[in-house]
């Protein structure tokens, strides 16, 4: 069997802030079903790459390939609608609509292409079933009726999940998911993109400090420092590195 070819790839990718350089000759692919994990110390240039993927910034240099396809000029949502997802991109689409409303209004985005092929009313069922399956999905069927904004903050941050899972992207990419999140609330998040991961479709870029977290979800790691990719590979082999524990994550490798 022939390899698949990555579904995203970055080549060279950089970007300056003045005389700065954030993102620095970055070239990395990344596989379908899999999970990756970002990490490096403050300031490395983690969300800065992750803004060069999305859309949020443009490269100063080099490229972003999505499914074969150049997207580096492309702007957020036709980033969208090719398949990158991000998920604080979705905070409180409408936060005085209840939480139903919400991933409907996501799900029917999503399915807007088809709108002359179905009946209004098939459709509307069809969306508020889709609404219903996703709300299961991260266990946030109870609150459906409860409006956005008035969600405690835990479940602010499930009803993100779900709208990204509505958006049904073929890469999705969490910055800090669990970050601000109370004890009991950091495993609910932990499951979740767990069961993400474990749809083979899914291709997910996860930047995170804390080792647990990464541990227990990441194929892959790669470092950023300086904004350059300084090195890539299994988990335990990448957190074992002297240069990780001692440079990147400040610990040794007892402590990590
Ligand atoms: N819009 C901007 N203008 C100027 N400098 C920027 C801009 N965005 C990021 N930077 C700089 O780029 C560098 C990388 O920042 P970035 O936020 O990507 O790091 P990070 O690895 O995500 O850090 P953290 O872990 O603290 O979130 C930093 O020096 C930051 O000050």
Do not use: W
Not at 6 to 30: N, Y
Not at 74 to 81: A, I, W
Not at 93 to 110: D, G, H, I, M, S
Not at 158 to 168: M, N, Q, R, T
């Amino acid at each position: 069997m022939t390899k698949e070819h990555p579904i995203l790839e970055t080549e060279g990718l950089t970007i300056r802030f003045g005389g700065h350089v954030a993102v620095d000759q970055v070239s990395c692919a990344f596989d379908r079903g899999t999970l990756t994990a970002i990490v490096g110390p403050n300031g490395a240039g983690k969300t800065t790459y992750f803004n060069l993927i999305s859309g949020q910034l443009r490269a100063s240099g080099g490229t972003v390939i999505l499914n074969g396809e150049e997207i580096t000029r492309m702007s957020v949502p036709e980033r969208t609608k090719r398949g990158i997802g991000r998920a604080f991109q979705l905070t409180s689409l409408f936060p005085t609509l209840n939480v139903r409303e919400n991933v409907r209004l996501v799900a029917q985005a999503k399915a807007s292409k088809g709108f002359d092929m179905l009946s209004m009313a098939s459709r509307h069922v069809h969306l508020i079933e889709r609404a219903e399956h996703v709300l299961n999905e991260v266990r946030l069927i109870d609150q459906a009726d409860s409006v956005v904004s008035a969600l405690p903050h835990g479940d602010q941050r499930k009803l993100e999940v779900a709208l990204l899972i509505a958006l049904g992207p073929q890469v999705l990419m969490f910055d800090e998911p669990t970050a601000g999140m109370s004890v009991d609330e950091v495993p609910v998040i932990l499951e979740l993109i767990r069961k993400l991961k474990n749809d083979m479709d899914r291709t997910i870029l996860l930047v995170e400090h804390k080792m647990d977290v990464i541990r227990s979800l990441a194929d892959r790691i790669i470092v950023l420092h300086n904004g350059a990719l300084v090195a890539d590979g299994d988990p335990a082999e990448v957190i074992a590195l002297p240069v990780v524990q001692e440079a990147y994550l400040g610990k040794t490798p007892e402590a990590a």
